[in-house]
Structures are given as structure tokens and as C-alpha cells.
């Protein structure tokens, strides 16, 4: 029911849009997260935006770089990420929340999950 893509390689400092369809259930009511699992390590919120669009929280190490927005008549949410850097390097997945429809960091509210796409950056 969401359905990640946009990922790729690309190098440092270059940008990616990753997007996210939903379907089957009013997205467009939810609030909304991506996520990253980089290798080795543990699956880490990235930015999450209210149902509206208007709310938006980032983690610091995105902050000024990565934006959230979204497009509620498409059922689309977009991360766009500028000036890649190879810690970014990870496969991002998106996320909705059922339970509120503002941004929210715990992973434990989010109940649909897309399948994941990988982004590469090289240094």
C-alpha cells in the first residue's frame, strides 16, 4: 500500500527525490515518515510531516538539506535530499501513522510500511 522508489546512486553533494505512493486507504489523513537503515546499524527516523504539509520535523544530520512535502490529491509524499554525503548512504523507507496526523519520531506509531528503496552516495 506504499510504495517507495526514487533511490539510486549518486555522488557527494549531488540530490535525489524519493517518493512515496500510497493507495488503498486515506493516506492523505495520516501523518507520514521516512526512514533510513544504513548498513550495520539500527533503522533511524529521518523527517516525518503532519497530514496537512504544514508540520515537519527532521533529524539534525538532515536538517537544511533533506526536505519532506506532500501531495494529498496524488497520495504522494516526497523526500527531497540535497548534498548528499556518503553517510546518507542507506535504504529509506516510508512510513504512515494511523495514530496522529502530526509528525511523530516514534517508529512504534507507524503502522504501513513501504518496501524500501537504496540510496548509494560516493564519495
Known amino acids: 500500500q506504499l510504495q517507495a522508489s526514487g533511490g539510486g546512486l549518486v555522488q557527494a553533494g549531488g540530490s535525489l527525490r524519493l517518493s512515496c505512493a500510497a493507495s488503498?486507504?486515506?493516506?492523505?489523513?495520516?501523518?507520514m515518515g521516512w526512514f533510513r537503515q544504513a548498513p550495520g546499524k539500527e533503522r533511524e527516523i529521518v523527517g516525518s510531516i503532519s497530514w496537512s504539509g504544514g508540520n515537519t520535523y527532521y533529524i539534525d544530520s538532515v536538517k537544511g538539506r533533506f526536505t519532506m512535502f506532500r501531495d494529498n490529491a496524488k497520495a504522494t509524499v516526497f523526500l527531497q535530499m540535497n548534498s548528499l554525503k556518503p553517510e546518507d548512504t542507506a535504504v529509506y523507507y516510508c512510513?504512515?501513522?494511523?495514530?496522529?496526523?502530526?509528525?511523530?519520531?516514534?517508529?512504534?506509531?507507524?503502522?504501513?510500511w513501504g518496501q524500501g528503496t537504496l540510496v548509494t552516495v560516493s564519495s
Open positions: 488503498g486507504r486515506t493516506f492523505s489523513s495520516y501523518a
Open positions: 512510513a504512515a501513522s494511523t495514530s496522529t496526523i502530526m509528525p511523530t519520531v516514534r517508529q512504534g506509531a507507524y503502522d504501513y
